[in-house]
DNA sequence: CAACTTCATGACAGCGCTGTCGCTTTTGCC
DNA sequence: GGCAAAAGCGACAGCGCTGTCATGAAGTTG
């Protein structure tokens, strides 16, 4: 029982096979009692055209790649960001019969460039989607373009106005929360940056100092500490930042695993969440719902930018319109356990 | 510049292009002199092989499906599981020259098996390596066998003497964590099991009671709570078990997420862990040194696992010899903060 | 109704490789 | 040195599709 092809099709319709090809790619100029005829013997051979013929004999491979950084390698492991985009960029791949594949990599790699081309070259891409945080690196993005291969990026950080990027207004939401932690009667509000590297978390404190301005909070760059995105270092920095007996009455992590550290270091100082000291991160990740107290953070749409990018990318390759503008995805409060009233002072 | 061709090569180095095709693919049967020609003229174009050619004439895609069951569907992320077995799959693929293509399901979909065979029949795989808790259960594995793609599974659950079977100790494992909660003075140990539909799990309860008997400890079947292997399930059985005031000194949860959530109830409880109780899971996922305090737990080499079992698919692709035995990778304890010495009664 | 255009279809030539087979040259062995 | 076996290489026919172009039928227009 060897797979039925386009000929056994074409032969069973009793047409050609490129009337096959046509009604199996749903291309126009086909009468419809043709077409019926076709799709009647399709459906009985249960064929399904070969993916390596198609691919060759058209060009396009049908698969697309998700480009991201593995940061398992590096113990920092942030597993629930991934996941989501991997969702994203699979729904949107399913809904239009594209295959996806991972490429997990590590931008630290002194030639990431060449290791780039060679994950390009070597593999049959049609289109690639690029995740954050290499969506924002400039040396990364043009050695993707060097190659020609069609980019899609989802880049919270990006504030340029370019097709197949999809952003999130980070900064906005920064200052919203600062808005929501002064609305429940804090002042000393410390703020954790993320890795350098990372522009999208960079955005992140302007967002921060545009919160304070708002409610005339003078920035106390005593209270502000920097951060590499990884639990290790929110632990660090909360060590810093608790360390005196006026603490802040809130510390807002960059991200929701930095966060996630200082809460470890405020259970093992003892300093109760949130009735003493308010805790909020950023992205709403799994693990944020996992700690307890669970976390009051942002939610930040990763799997319908993921899904956003790939749509465009996929429209791009089809030759099909887009919208000029960047697509921005908002970002929104979302308030737990980890938040309270500011204590007396 | 379009790519160079074959032909390109052949001419280049004046040979047939069956010759660059023998090099190419390391053939043997080439002399060593014009080896090196034709690996020269290669270089010099940069030729890369098209895959999609290669594919269709050689009958293989060189692609490897994980198929895995997508946990976000339902609010129970256990991204780092995945996470995990991806990564082991990926650098077994990458060492063979094979790409990864993902297929996150659900095994509660009513048609599973249809699901899987439109998959499958779809997408050109050689291969498929199948993920925990869709390893374990017969109608996938069923649905797989009958579409005929070779398939390896990791199936820490499975005892069953199969080739391409990668398997773990975690039955004895699960001995080993009772005997150590015991050496701690533990002798009020409770158990929590998993989802029924998760035979790896299962298996952990009889380990429990292995160890259990090792030490002479009679079964209370009033320590026993059933979760489903999610974080607020967790959260249930904590509530159950430590409801009384003679609660269990021990809890062990067989897996990290319920065990996450038992120690979310500790907190919320205000019961001291590991001082009043100790907590342990198993499976080591990331989350495991996110929570305060960092849980004891059992490390389930799931990289390792999902490598192996990807390096036993692609060997059988390639029709090289296997051994007979299923596959095991030893799993070991991992002692963190959430475990301590009974507290005196 | 002639002269167009549009629609519906098929013939055929590849896409860039690999598998098969056959031919020539080299190697191994008594 | 002679002969069989093995090694080294190339010609060629596909793999199963899609793109291009040709052809004839049907529809449109002044």
Redesign the pocket.
């Known amino acids: 029982m060897?797979?039925?092809?386009?000929?056994d099709v074409?032969r069973l319709a009793?047409?050609?096979?490129?009337?096959?090809?046509?009604v199996?790619?749903q291309e126009?100029?086909?009468?419809?009692?043709?077409?019926v005829k076709v799709a009647n013997a399709i459906a009985t051979l249960d064929?399904?055209?070969?993916q390596?013929?198609?691919s060759?004999?058209?060009?396009?491979s049908f698969l697309i790649g998700l480009l991201y950084d593995d940061q398992s390698k590096y113990e920092i492991p942030s597993a629930g960001y991934v996941i989501n985009i991997q969702s994203g960029v699979m729904s949107a791949c399913k809904a239009r019969n594209y295959d996806l594949l991972i490429h997990p990599c590590t931008y630290r790699n002194k030639d990431i460039s060449k290791e780039i081309d060679e994950l390009i070259r070597h593999s049959r891409l049609d289109g690639l989607v690029l995740a954050p945080p290499l969506s924002d690196m400039l040396p990364i993005i043009d050695a993707i373009e060097e190659t020609g291969v069609p980019l899609a990026r989802i880049a919270p950080g990006s504030n340029v106005n370019q097709q197949c990027v999809v952003t999130t207004n980070d900064r906005s939401a920064c200052a919203n929360m600062v808005n929501y932690l002064v609305s429940l009667g804090h002042k000393r509000i410390a703020f954790i940056t993320g890795h350098p590297d990372h522009k999208a978390v960079a955005n992140r404190y302007l967002g921060y100092q545009d919160g304070l301005q708002e409610n005339a909070i003078a920035l106390d760059t005593e209270l502000v500490q920097s951060g590499d995105n990884s639990i290790k270092s929110g632990e660090k920095c909360a060590e810093a930042l608790l360390a005196g007996k006026q603490h802040p009455t809130a510390i807002f992590a960059c991200n929701d695993d930095m966060a996630a550290g200082v809460i470890r270091v405020a259970h093992r100082r003892g300093i109760r969440v949130p009735e003493k000291l308010s805790v909020v991160g950023f992205d709403d990740i799994p693990l944020a719902q996992q700690v307890f107290p669970a976390l009051t953070t942002t939610r930040q749409p990763l799997k319908a930018m993921a899904k956003k990018a790939t749509e465009l990318l996929i429209r791009k390759l089809r030759a099909e319109p887009l919208e000029a503008a960047p697509t921005m995805v908002e970002s929104s409060l979302v308030v737990r356990e980890s938040s309270g009233k500011s204590p007396a002072i």
């Open positions: 060897a797979r039925a092809t386009i000929d074409a009793g047409v050609s096979i490129k009337t096959v090809s046509r199996a790619n126009p100029n086909v009468r419809d009692s043709t077409r064929y399904k055209p070969n390596s013929a198609r060759l004999a058209s060009r396009q």
